[in-house]
């Protein structure tokens, strides 16, 4: 969801999970079934969640790549990510669509080998920019804008013999 914060003194929209950010913590056992539901409740664009360092051995329509793995998710629309969680250790989530990573749609996935024993505290780090990503990535001087299968990208010379 869209919503307006100061983090660092400058109004800025960014994206909260369950409006938190950055998003929840998951924390599962190693082994366990993790299920999780994506509801796309941004505004204009698609989304999907990818889960960096998760093997998906047997669900690689689950590892969250839009247009490689999986289809994004439409706005107004669901997806219920299922796998195991598997290896343990300290990963994160992220969405892998355009910038919205870099707009706070990230959180930290921990699998664990056994219940924790003693306290700990998560901690994650992020680029902040002030602006939002889509300003940026349109301000970029190398944004290179397809216009479709017409695009020259590699100039072609022919000789007659």
């Known amino acids: 969801m869209d919503k307006v914060h100061t983090a660092d003194g400058y109004n800025k929209t960014i994206i909260t999970i ?13 082994g366990a079934e993790v299920v999780v539901t ?8 698609d989304t999907s969640i990818h889960w960096h360092g998760v093997h998906m051995r047997q669900h690689p329509w689950m590892d969250g790549v839009p247009f ?6 439409p706005t107004k629309q669901s ?6 969680a598997d290896p343990p250790g300290t990963h994160w989530y992220h969405s ?14 921990i699998i664990h080998r056994s219940l924790p024993s003693a306290p700990y505290y998560v901690m994650t780090f992020n680029d902040w920019f002030r602006h939002h ?7 970029n001087p190398f944004n290179i804008v397809r216009k ?6 590699y ?3 022919t000789r007659s013999k």
């Open 18 to 30: 369950n409006d938190q950010f950055p998003g929840p913590t998951i924390e599962v056992l190693e």
């Open 38 to 45: 994506v509801i796309n409740n941004l505004l204009k664009e």
């Open 68 to 73: 490689v793995t999986q289809c994004p998710i």
């Open 79 to 84: 997806f219920q990510y299922r796998f195991i």
């Open 96 to 109: 892998h669509l355009r910038m919205q990573r870099a707009d706070g749609l990230f959180g930290a996935l």
């Open 133 to 139: 990503s889509t300003d940026i990535e349109l301000s």
């Open 148 to 153: 479709g299968y017409g695009d020259t990208f």
């Open 155 to 157: 100039s072609y010379s």
